[in-house]
Structure formats: structure tokens, C-alpha cells
């Protein structure tokens, strides 16, 4: 059976993690390559790097770290941040990305999503959506939250699928760092309406909420970056007590 | 040992060289004739869409190459499309090693098929070792059909060829080269399958 999958998220910039990575036995928390090798140990199922750095050199660190995780990771990855023309895209699969990300971009010029999907296939398009709800209506934003549009979360996200996106990562603004749980309605709603996989994030903050995710949000996986990172969550116990609840999920008793 | 992939061209195949040399083994990429003729094991990768990766390998003369491979030959994803007869993704006649048909999944499900799922009716040395519903990592919107050829089954609300055998041709519809340690395990056995 096709299982629910788990994915930490990682902020880099200039090729390092940030937002403070709490782990024992890490020599370096701030290298990404190390922290994608533990997640990938402990049973992720798949990672996402999301690039936050501004410099001139974004490009060139970005790409020397998507070769490093490629090399060293066996699990699938994707990479987000800025990605805004298919030559970005290219660079990245080229080497060893397997999936590309884009928020912003895609929203100012959509037939970038038809373009990459019409060169590579839709399973490496990842259309992420972040959105927030305003008079019951789910507007969606723009540049890392701060630009709002005219864009509904569910018109948009039908668009991004008809162009050729494969999934879709549905981040809610009201949920994301309250640890209060996932937007489960609003999830439910656009699994009705897609028939391409919809990715959870924002909001996880215990395992119920990721049970919750699947259940209720009828999300195929749940993505969350905080939680693993400090460690208040181990990826291992999460999925033992999801299998414990009937969720489909890879799990492997290393113990 | 020489274990060449074919590069015609389609997607990313970094990730299967990545896979192998953390297995500590060498490979090259090609698309030369006579280096894929001369290699002890061929690996032919694909990612993207089915015509257009067919008039890449006819490009390159590769399409009449590889079915008169004799040295073990391990499609991976796309490249075990290839090898069948005809695919329904645009419409496309395969190299006609397998003779087996790619359909679309059925409108009612989430398509892609995109995770981990388990294969079952292990039925090859290309699985020495791998246990019955072990997880691999699957992306794919069209499925090989069951057949005399099947050597794995996959559920995804029907059941499907996770992968095919036929002489030394050997595919599978899953990545192996990101399907974490039982992956690995299978490229290890493709390697060191008696030829």
C-alpha cells in the first residue's frame, strides 16, 4: 500500500542550515548534508531544502550543496527558494535535485509551471502555495508570505495542477509556527478537489497533528521542519505510533 | 567491471551514478555504441515523458542497440516503459523487449503515484536478500501491466509489474537509487547477477 510520507523541511542559506538546529551527537548543526543523513537514517521519507539566502552567490553555493546532498542521500529531495526560470531548474536537476519547488515565481508568471513540467515531467514540479485565511476566503501570498494577491488557494491550486504541477505543498500562514496543528479543513478540501498528491505544512507541533494531517486532511504527506529539528519529535517514534493508529506508513523497527 | 549508463538525454541520472559509487562502484555515462556494446552491465535510466524520450533514443541510433544487448541490461523507471511493447504515454511503441503493455491510472486516483510502496512475489536474483513487501520509492503516472515477464508486484488500487525480467533484460518502476538501504541492495544484486 502507497504509505503517508514524512518530510522535514531545511532552511539554508549560503549553503548552511539555519533557524537553529538543536541535535546531540552532531559535530556541525549547521551542514546540511550531515542533517539530511540523519533524517534520511532515522526514516524520513523524503527531505526539502528551502534556500533563503540573498546573495549574489545564492546560485553557486545552492547548486555546490544539492550536489553534496545527491551524492551522500539516498532518499528523494527537493529543492526550493527563488527558482524562478528553467534554466534554474535545469541547473538544479543537473545536479541531482530531484525535485523543484516554486512559490513566487510561479505566481507572477505561471506557464513557468507548464514549461519545467513540459521538459522534465510533472513528478518533479512542486507547486508550493502559501495562504492564509481572510473573511473565511483563503488568500494566497506572495514572497515568503508578504505580498498579498488576488489568487484564491483553491482556484489557484486547480491552475497550478492543470499546468502541470505534480503535488502540491499547502503551507497555511494562520497555522504555520503555532504548533496548534495542520489547516486539516482546508487540506480536505483541496484533496477533494486535486487528483495530484497534497503535501501538509504549518502547524505540526505533536504526533496527533500529523495523524490529524492524514486523517481528517486526507494529506498524502505532512511536512514540518521545527518539531525535528529540536528534536521535540523523533521521526522514528512519529511513525510507530502512526502505524500504531492504522496510517499507512514506512516503518522499519531499527530497535 | 564496467557498468556503463546510457545517457541519451533524459532527466536526471546523476542520482543512479551517485547510488552505485556509494556502493563503491565505478560507472560511466555514455551514449556511444560501442562502449554500451562493451560493458559487463548496461543500466538504462529514463525520467520524463515516453515519446519524447523514444525520439531521443532513435536520435542517438540507440533504439535498435539495446534490444541486441547480450550482457545484462536494468531499466530503471522510464527506461522499463521503454522496454515494453507500446505505451499509452504518447502514444508510443517501445523497444519491444518486454511483451508488455504501459496504461495510464485510472482518473480516480491521486496521479502520480508518488511514494513509498511495497512490491511483493519476489521472483528473481535481482532480489537475493530483499524481503517481501519491502518499501520502494515509485514516481509514475503510467504502470506496466502483470505479465509471464513479472518478477515484482506492486498494489495501487490495481496490481501492476514493479518489475519485469526477460532474458538478461531486467526492469523495475521503482528508483532503487533513492529507495534508501533496500535499493541499494537491488543495485548491488543487479550487479553481481551471473551473466
Known sequence: ?255 | MKVVIIDYGAGNIKSIQFAFNRLGIEVTLSNDREDISSADRVIFPGVGEASSAMKMLKNSQLDSLIPTLKQPVFGICLGMQLMCQYTEEGKTNGLNIFETNVKRFSNNLKVPHMGWNTIRNLKSDLFETVQTNEYQYFVHSFYAELSSETIAITDYDISYSAALKKDNFYGVQFHPEKSGAAGEQILKNFIEIKS
Open chain 1, 1 to 255: 500500500m502507497l504509505t503517508k510520507r514524512i518530510i522535514p523541511c531545511l532552511d539554508v542559506k549560503n549553503g548552511r542550515t539555519v533557524k537553529g538546529i538543536n541535535f546531540k551527537g552532531l559535530r556541525d548543526a549547521g551542514d546540511p548534508v550531515m542533517l539530511a543523513k540523519k533524517y534520511a537514517e532515522d526514516g524520513a521519507d523524503e527531505l526539502v531544502f528551502l534556500d533563503i539566502s540573498a546573495t549574489e552567490e545564492r546560485r553557486k553555493t545552492l547548486i555546490e550543496m544539492v550536489l553534496k546532498v545527491a551524492e551522500e542521500i539516498n532518499i528523494p529531495f527537493t529543492v526550493g527558494g527563488g527558482i524562478s526560470s528553467v534554466e534554474d531548474v535545469d541547473m538544479l536537476l543537473q545536479n541531482g535535485a530531484d525535485k523543484i519547488s516554486m512559490n513566487s515565481s510561479i505566481i507572477k508568471n505561471p506557464t513557468l509551471i507548464d514549461k519545467v513540467s513540459n521538459k522534465y515531467g510533472n513528478q518533479c514540479v512542486v507547486a508550493a502555495i502559501d495562504a492564509k485565511q481572510i473573511n473565511k476566503k483563503w488568500q494566497v501570498f506572495s514572497s515568503g508570505g508578504n505580498i498579498p494577491t488576488e489568487l484564491n488557494l483553491f482556484d489557484w491550486a486547480q491552475e497550478a495542477e492543470q499546468r502541470g504541477a505534480g503535488e502540491i505543498l499547502f503551507t497555511s500562514m494562520d497555522h504555520d509556527g503555532t504548533k496548534n496543528g495542520y489547516a486539516n479543513e482546508a487540506l480536505s478540501e483541496l484533496n477533494d478537489l486535486l487528483t495530484i498528491p497534497v503535501i501538509a505544512s504549518g502547524g505540526a507541533g505533536n504526533i496527533q497533528h500529523f495523524s490529524d494531517a492524514f486523517k481528517i486532511g486526507n494529506a498524502d504527506a505532512a511536512l514540518a521542519a521545527s518539531i525535528f529539528h529540536f528534536g521535540e519529535i523523533e521521526i522514528q517514534t512519529l511513525k510507530k505510533e502512526l502505524q500504531l493508529q492504522q496510517i499507512p506508513i514506512r516503518y522499519e523497527n531499527k530497535l
